[in-house]
């Protein structure tokens, strides 16, 4: 069965650890005197060796023939924690595991002593991954630990941890591997393989993976598959291309799709990979301009900067899209890249997939567009009056777009005839955008009291610029009166979205509400349309 390198390939020793010498030389050393700490914090970016040295400690304390600060690897108690059999080793992954519930249940096991090993320990991945409910459960037991139990928390964004947490921890900071570290182990990996690889190659390969040898070693299997003999620089590039970018193609196939379920799964993923928010969102605008210039011209040439492969996937792509949903895609990453500047990004790029992906929720003119030509294709299609009784109907053109042009000399090409001022001022009185945060919110409050939780249930909330807009029932706002009940709510919203925001009441924007709450954007254009004289007719 195939095994993926970076597995096949993890370390079992603390001296086949490379790179992490003030990690495994003092672990090492400690172990050799006996010294065992209750908590460790072992930090860094992702790939670096957290798992894997996580992994050799809870081995080394518990080897029936430990030497030199090493686990043996053969014992019972080693091959046991390697195959999961030795049930005192406990991982847990905090991204999926996130509730309360899950560290309580695992407080209460600790009480226990471990049933073979001399140590029961309790290895928790990505732990700012848990909730504020579930930290303070933790932070308990880091207070009194027991003396069979130790705990390696490891995650790598240590600035979302409590104080009080990191305080309790013996810490362990995981550095970026070096390059030539890096495309040394590359070469022995493929030693072992019976591959061969040039050493450009392999630099190149290190380079890219930007210190974390878990990403030089997919890279490298990514590049093992396409290979036919040597691997070459060459192959690299063009592999490495094609992998860094496959998931922009996979989130513009999930856009003209509608999935959104699709594309917040993959963006989970991206995130807990360790994804930049920010650096993700210009990928993908500078994507979809390339899939604009695709789109609209016979041959953008090197206005688009991918080549080969990738560059034939994209036409691809540009090919299935319709010209609304790219425009609408471009928009939308641009305010979001403007807007996270202040806004939490990955709430941020939530919050656009899913517009994106359901174009009915957003009032921007993009979006209407792009319901517009879904209509189109539906069957109901817009077209213009006849100039005179004898000239048939002639259907509206299909929006020609100047190119190659910057996107913002765009809209006024693609906006709908009339009134283009009026949506976009309409928009930005709605600015205020879903707080999706806001259950996790209510459930901190309702951690602390749970009637004041109570207060909130079926509540909702909304942020326009530093502003938390409460939508929730008379009593709720009562209890916000009370200044203490005020700093509570502020410091929950900073426990949980790191920001402070200033608190009030959510109203929907006036006009709204004249127009009547129920009318569709969409039927607002259409009846726009008609006033100026547009005929809609059904086919
Ligand atoms: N310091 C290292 N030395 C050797 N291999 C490493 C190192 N760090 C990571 N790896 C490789 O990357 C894989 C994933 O590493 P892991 O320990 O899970 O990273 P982290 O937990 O820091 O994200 C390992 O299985 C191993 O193949
Ligand atoms: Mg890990
Ligand atoms: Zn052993």
């Known amino acids: 069965m195939y095994q993926a390198l970076y597995r096949k390939y993890r370390p079992r020793l603390f001296s086949d650890v490379i790179g ?276 609209t011209m016979k041959d953008p040439g090197s206005m688009v900067s991918a080549v080969g492969e990738e560059r034939k996937s994209m036409e691809r792509a540009a090919l299935k899209m319709d010209l609304s949903a790219i425009l609408h895609g471009l928009e939308a990453f641009q305010t979001a890249l403007s807007r996270m500047r202040t806004a939490n990004k990955r709430i941020e790029m939530e919050m656009t997939l899913i517009r994106l992906c359901t174009p009915e929720l957003d009032i921007s003119p993009e979006a209407l567009l792009r319901r517009v030509e879904a209509l189109e294709r539906g069957g109901v299609r817009l077209a213009a009056q006849p100039k005179s009784a004898e000239e048939p109907p002639e259907p509206l053109p299909e929006p020609e777009i100047p190119a190659p042009a910057a996107p913002d000399e765009l809209r006024p090409a693609v906006r709908p005839a009339r009134g283009p001022a009026a949506v976009s001022t309409e928009a930005l009185s709605r600015s205020a955008q879903p707080f999706a945060a806001w259950p996790e919110i209510i459930a901190v409050m309702k951690d602390y009291s749970s009637s004041v939780g109570a207060a909130f249930a079926g509540s909702a909330a909304y942020v326009s610029g530093e502003y938390l807009l409460i939508d929730a029932p008379q009593l709720a706002f009562d209890l916000l009166k009370r200044p203490s009940q005020r700093d509570r709510m502020r410091e929950a919203v900073r426990q949980v979205t790191g920001q402070v925001y200033k608190l009030g009441p959510y109203k929907p924007p006036k006009e709204d509400a004249e127009k009547g709450e129920k009318e569709d954007p969409l039927d607002a254009l259409v009846r726009d349309l008609k006033a100026d004289g547009v005929e809609i007719v059904e086919s």
């Open 20 to 295: 992490q010498p003030q990690v495994t030389v003092t672990l090492k050393n400690e172990l050799k005197a006996g010294r065992v700490s209750h908590a460790y914090l072992f930090t860094g970016s992702h790939g670096t060796g957290k798992t894997t040295c996580a992994k050799i400690l809870a081995k080394a304390v518990n080897c029936l023939e430990p030497a030199d600060g090493d686990p043996c690897g053969v014992c019972s108690m080693c091959r046991g924690v390697d195959d999961g059999s030795v049930l005192d080793v406990v991982e847990i992954d905090a991204a999926s595991n996130n509730g309360v519930d899950s560290i309580r249940s695992l407080i209460e096991e600790s009480g226990f002593t471990p049933a073979l090993a001399r140590y029961r320990v309790y290895i928790i991945d990505e732990v700012h991954m848990l909730s504020v409910a579930a930290f303070n459960a933790l932070l308990k037991t880091l207070e009194e630990p027991p003396a069979h139990v130790i705990f390696i928390l490891a995650t790598t964004e240590v600035h979302k941890l409590l104080p009080t947490i990191v305080s309790r921890c013996q810490r362990f900071d995981f550095r970026r591997i070096a390059p030539e570290d890096i495309a040394a182990r590359l070469e022995w990996v493929c030693g072992e393989e019976g591959l061969s690889i040039d050493r450009d190659a392999a630099m190149l390969l290190a380079v890219t993976a930007d210190g974390g040898m878990r990403d030089a070693l997919s890279l490298l299997d990514q590049c093992v598959s396409r290979a036919e003999g040597r691997i070459t620089a060459d192959l690299v590039t063009e592999a490495v291309g094609l992998a860094g970018r496959k998931h922009l193609l996979l989130f513009a196939e999930q856009i003209q799709n509608g999935d959104r379920t699709a594309a917040l799964e993959l963006l989970d993923r991206l995130y807990r990979s360790g994804k930049d928010m920010g650096r993700l969102c210009e990928e993908l605008t500078s994507f979809f301009r390339s899939l604009m210039l695709m789109k």
